[in-house]
Nanobody, 124 residues
Framework: QVQLVESGGGLVQAGGSLRLSCAAS????????AGWFRQAPEKEREFVAA????????YSADSVKGRFTISRDNAKNTVYLQMNSLKPEDTAVYYC?????????????????WGQGTQVTVSS
């Protein structure tokens, strides 16, 4: 089993930055792909960004491309999401997820391990 804990969320003004962290425990997350998803009130959970087991391949949703960067430090068993130029529409609960294999997926259903989420609120 893999336990994931997100941190780094908070309240920020539009145009500001936040860095989310996702720390894994219970089993090393280094062999697995990982991703970030978000869910705004009354909306479905949506894909944000993901990367494969060594960070050599990444993918971001069009809505965050050029503003958000996903990365990982396998020595620290941690995945990050650097969020710059934040907009009010980025407001959501952000979840990290670990895949069951070395590659990422854009589909939430293909991630068996999830964190509890961290709230990001962007004020205008």
């Amino acid at each position: 089993q893999v336990q994931l804990v997100e941190s780094g969320g908070g309240l920020v003004q539009a145009g500001g930055s936040l860095r989310l962290s996702c720390a894994a425990s219970g089993r090393a997350v280094s062999p697995y792909g990982a991703g970030w998803f978000r869910q705004a009130p009354e909306k479905e959970r949506e894909f944000v960004a993901a990367l494969n087991w060594d960070g050599g391949s990444t993918y971001s949703a069009d809505s965050v491309k050029g503003r958000f960067t996903i990365s990982r430090d396998n020595a620290k068993n941690t995945v990050y999401l650097q969020m710059n130029s934040l907009k009010p529409e980025d407001t959501a609960v952000y979840y990290c997820a670990a895949a069951s294999g070395p590659y990422y997926s854009l589909r939430a259903s293909e991630y068996p391990y999830w964190g509890q989420g961290t709230q990001v609120t962007v004020s205008s």
